[in-house]
């Protein structure tokens, strides 16, 4: 194959400081522990969400991409601002984190947790041993929805 005539512009050089990963392209949210985690805190009440982010820490996670969103996440929580996945996205693009092959993994980290199914509350159920709140049976909530207050 000739190389005549090619623009000398389009060459392609790989940035070996951001390897791809099996799990960059395989991972299903709906099944990974860690993408379901990060949903369940996306989705959660600041409060909820505080408590998970005071009992975790960015190297519980297998994926580094994962820890690293948590950090960013677990940021917002702390500083009392919004850490909804638009607010995170917000985030990543306003640091200018969403650049390159690891912007690339992070926006799709988002997207995986965002989606994942996890119920919000269930970030810390488990550690209160309590019924889900009425309405949550099926594991449902509308985007905007108050969440609702756990009974005593």
Do not use: K
């Not at 709906?30 to 190297?59: F, G, K, P, Y």
């Not at 909804?84 to 917000?90: E, F, K, L, M, R």
């Not at 690339?104 to 019924?131: C, K, Y």
Request: hydrophobic residues 35%; negative net charge.
């Amino acid at each position: 194959m000739s190389t005549e005539g090619a623009d000398e512009d389009a060459t392609h050089e790989v940035d070996a400081g951001e390897p791809i990963e099996v799990g960059d392209l395989l991972d299903d949210p709906r099944t990974d522990v860690e993408a379901l985690c990060l949903c369940a805190l996306l989705w959660s009440a600041a409060d909820t969400a505080s408590d998970v982010s005071d009992l975790l820490c960015s190297t519980d996670f297998e994926r580094g991409v994962y820890g690293e969103l948590f950090e960013v996440i677990t940021a917002q929580v702390r500083s009392g601002a919004p850490h909804d996945p638009a607010s995170i996205a917000a985030t990543l693009t306003q640091s200018g984190r969403t650049g390159g092959h690891r912007g690339a993994q992070l926006t799709r980290a988002l997207s995986s947790a965002t989606i994942a199914g996890a119920v919000p509350e269930d970030a810390m159920r488990a550690n209160r041993a309590q019924e889900p709140p009425p309405g949550w049976a099926s594991g449902q909530r509308l985007v905007g929805d108050e969440a609702p207050t756990p009974s005593a």
